[in-house]
Each structure stands twice: as structure tokens, then as C-alpha cells.
């Protein structure tokens, strides 16, 4: 059975400050997404990663796969309130086209 | 083009009632999943549909079923309701499965089972 794991379930921040969300996943996988949600909302795509080393970046994320280690990193930079949300990745159960696994999530507060 | 949409946005129900929840897909889209994401908790995978036929279920009893139409919309099922099942249900669509290809999903049905 595939697990996703997330660390740290939660991170309070000051603004500006750079932090690292992290997703281990017990099973081989080259497909990962990072998705967004806010409180009562739906999901919003974020990051698809899909093969070893790839690395994609989008104002102050980045998120990074290393498939060999099955894990993935968000990297948030220079944080600022508007971030504030919380963050799921997501694993492709045996590349089967969109069977997604979450992880648990992190809720990422920024503080002003 | 138009993104997912889901109806009702809320819903309460009783206990051993059951309940249908409607999506329709992403203008293009052929395949359907569907989520379930209790309160503070990360979406658990239901099932999926392409083409109008089930392609993948993940660990949900029989209660849950679904259906999918030619213009690709969707419906989930659920009988005899339970307490636990009181949760967001998310659909997503995309191209198709095999992938991959981005999901897209749509704003929920947030239901509550008393």
C-alpha cells in the first residue's frame, strides 16, 4: 500500500523567511503533485513533477523530485502572508494516470 | 472553456439515507475521479471512470458507486449513510488516464451525514 507522508503537518512563519516542506512515499513513482487549498476551498495545481531531478519553480515555490530517494521538497522562499494555506502532495499510485495518493498536508501560516 | 463543477455545494443528510452528488467534467475532458476529504485530512481516492466505465476504485466498500455519461459527467453514490462519511467529496477531470495529464478539480460538495 502506498503512504505519503508530510513534514511538518504544520509551520508557522514570520514573512520573509525561507522554509522547505517535505514528502516521502513508500513506492516507486516518477509522477508527483503539489497542490494548494485554502480554508473551505478546493484544490488548486501547484507543481506536476514527473521524472527524477525535475525541478519546477513559480514565484516563491519551487518543488523538486528525487525519485531514487521517493522524495519531494517545496521549497518556500522570501515567504509572505498571501501563502498562507495549506499544502498537499500527491503520489500517482503505480503511474496509473491520475489515482492520486495524498499526504496528509501542512498547514503553512505566515505571519506579518 | 469551462472548469469542473459540482452541485449541491452543501448537502445534510441522515444517517442510513442515501445520496447523489453530480459533476460535470472540463470542456475536453474524458475521465473522472473522485475524492473524499474529511475535516483536516488529505483527499482519499474513490474511483475513477473513463469512458463510462469504472477504471480504478481504491479502498471504499461497495456503498459507493458511481456512474459516468456520454457527455462525460458524473455522478457518486453512496447508501446507507454513516456518520464517517461526513466529508468534502471532490471530482477532478482530465484528458484522459495513462497520463499523465494535470487534474483539474472542481469546488466540492461539502456533506454532512447527522
Known amino acids: 500500500e502506498l503512504k505519503v507522508e508530510q513534514n511538518p503537518l504544520f509551520l508557522s512563519m514570520q514573512e520573509g523567511k525561507n522554509y522547505t516542506i517535505y514528502c516521502n512515499y513508500s513506492t516507486t513513482s516518477d509522477r508527483l503533485y503539489w497542490y494548494r487549498q485554502d480554508p473551505g476551498k478546493s484544490l488548486e495545481s501547484l507543481f506536476v513533477?514527473?521524472?527524477?531531478?525535475a525541478v519546477k519553480q513559480e514565484g516563491r515555490l519551487m518543488a523538486s523530485l528525487d525519485t531514487k530517494a521517493r522524495l519531494s521538497t517545496l521549497h518556500i522562499t522570501a515567504a509572505v502572508h498571501d501563502l498562507s494555506a495549506t499544502y498537499f502532495c500527491?503520489?500517482?499510485?503505480?503511474?496509473?494516470?491520475?489515482?492520486?495518493?495524498f499526504g496528509g498536508g501542512t498547514r503553512l501560516m505566515v505571519k506579518p | 472553456e469551462t472548469g469542473v463543477t459540482q452541485s449541491p455545494t452543501h448537502l445534510i443528510k441522515t444517517r442510513g439515507q442515501q445520496v447523489t452528488l453530480r459533476c460535470s467534467s472540463q470542456?475536453?475532458?474524458?475521465?473522472v475521479s473522485w475524492y473524499q476529504q474529511a475535516l483536516g485530512q488529505g483527499p482519499q481516492f474513490i474511483f475513477q471512470?473513463?469512458?463510462?466505465?469504472?477504471?480504478g476504485r481504491g479502498n471504499f466498500p461497495p456503498r459507493f458507486s458511481g456512474l459516468q455519461f456520454p457527455n462525460y459527467s458524473s455522478e457518486l453514490n453512496v447508501n446507507a449513510l454513516e456518520l464517517d462519511d461526513s466529508a468534502l467529496y471532490l471530482c477532478?477531470?482530465?484528458?484522459?488516464?495513462?497520463?499523465?495529464?494535470?487534474?483539474?478539480f472542481g469546488p466540492g460538495t461539502r456533506l454532512t451525514v447527522t
Open positions: 513533477l514527473l521524472s527524477n531531478g
Open positions: 500527491a503520489v500517482d499510485m503505480d503511474n496509473a494516470g491520475n489515482m492520486l495518493t
Open positions: 470542456s475536453g475532458h474524458n475521465t
Open positions: 477532478a477531470s482530465s484528458f484522459q488516464p495513462g497520463g499523465p495529464y494535470e487534474q483539474y
Open positions: 471512470y473513463y469512458r463510462e466505465e469504472e477504471n
